[in-house]
């Protein structure tokens, strides 16, 4: 599976932004999908992740951000609201067999290349 994302930029603090990612593949209605986020000198965190109709968000996001996929056109999303200047970081999109990886073991078999999000205050 090989991963694209895109859809960062640079917004006020408030702003949305969507991330979109986008994924090749036969079966990539059969992956779990995630995405990750690497803010400068911190470590990579998990943001949230979906697997069929079951979603899982990291408490910092909770309520802001929504995952979505479309399996039809192999793509997932982040949606993302209200967004705080500590939401800046490059966000990965990531995916592997089992969603217990991405959510508890923050590993992914397949990891796109980031793209950086910016919030300024």
């Known amino acids: 599976v090989q991963l694209q994302a895109s859809g960062g930029g640079l917004v006020q603090a408030g702003g949305s932004l969507r991330l979109s990612c986008a994924a090749s593949?036969?079966?990539?209605?059969?992956?779990?999908m995630g995405w990750f986020r690497q803010a400068p000198g911190k470590e990579r965190e998990f943001v949230a992740a979906i697997k069929d109709s079951s979603t899982y968000y990291t408490d910092s996001v909770k309520g802001r951000f929504i995952i979505s996929r479309d399996n039809a056109q192999n793509m997932v999303y982040l949606q993302m609201n209200s967004l705080k200047p500590e939401d800046t970081a490059v966000y990965y999109c990531a995916a592997d067999n089992f969603f217990r990886n991405l959510v508890v073991g923050g590993r992914a078999d397949y990891w796109g290349q980031g793209t950086q999000v910016t919030v300024s205050s």
């Open positions: 593949g036969r079966t990539f209605s059969t992956y779990a």
